[in-house]
């Protein structure tokens, strides 16, 4: 396996040289203030739009181009907590609210598709630090826009020292516009993610 894996990058490299995939443009997404404070841990809320405007060039992992565009919803999205080595275990979500102020849409995500626990790893690039990454099944289908301010309930628990800690934050989220500028080595991120977890795979696009 890891032969005929050499033997693919050795191909990508050949045929698209060191550089492969630069990105352009804007990005329609949402704001948050700061992290929540839960059990010890800082918790936020993680978007990587999945959508584009009329006319826009998308550009995904592998596909070798690139161009101009202007990023929107529907969104992947994610509950990511920062914690302490040595203390930090598991994230559990439990239940999902979601109510947007210009649609008065006020949604509850289904509870069967949540649940499940996601481990604390160390984390890249702070010391003393660990991470976890909640994936949320399926698309947030909302546009910054047009759905205006976003305010999210997550009901969550953290296992921490071998003992669960429950509590549910409210996020306040504002719609904005940022400037999406990134030049992404196609062959090199691929093979720093070969072996890495889902969790610690590159992704420049979320914010």
């Known amino acids: 396996m890891k032969r005929m894996m050499h033997g693919i990058l050795v191909m990508m490299m050949a045929v698209c040289g060191s550089s492969c995939v630069a990105l352009k443009g804007e990005k329609h997404t949402y ?4 992290a929540m404070k ?3 841990a800082e918790v936020t809320l993680g978007f990587r739009p999945e959508g584009t405007r009329s006319g826009s060039v998308m ?3 592998m596909v070798v181009g ?3 565009a202007t990023f929107d919803g529907p969104f992947r999205w994610r509950v990511e907590a920062v914690g302490d080595e040595g203390k930090h275990e598991l994230l559990v979500v439990h239940r999902i609210r ?14 069967s598709e949540l649940g499940r626990s996601a ?3 160390r984390h890249p690039e702070q010391a003393g630090k660990v991470r ?4 949320i099944p399926g698309l947030l289908k909302v546009m910054p826009e047009t759905d205006g301010r976003l305010d999210v309930w997550v009901d969550m628990s953290l296992k921490v ?8 934050v409210r996020f306040k989220l504002d719609p904005g516009v940022k400037s999406q500028n990134e030049f992404l080595f196609l062959p090199v991120e691929v093979a720093r993610s070969i072996g890495k977890p889902l969790d610690e795979q590159p992704d420049p696009m979320w914010e």
């Open 31 to 34: 704001l948050q203030g700061g």
């Open 38 to 40: 839960v059990a010890g």
């Open 59 to 61: 550009v995904t992992a």
């Open 66 to 68: 690139g161009g101009m």
């Open 98 to 111: 979601t109510r947007t102020a210009k649609t008065g849409r006020d949604e509850w995500f289904p509870e």
């Open 119 to 121: 481990p604390f790893r």
């Open 132 to 135: 976890a990454r909640y994936a």
């Open 161 to 168: 020292k071998n003992r669960w800690q429950r509590q549910t």
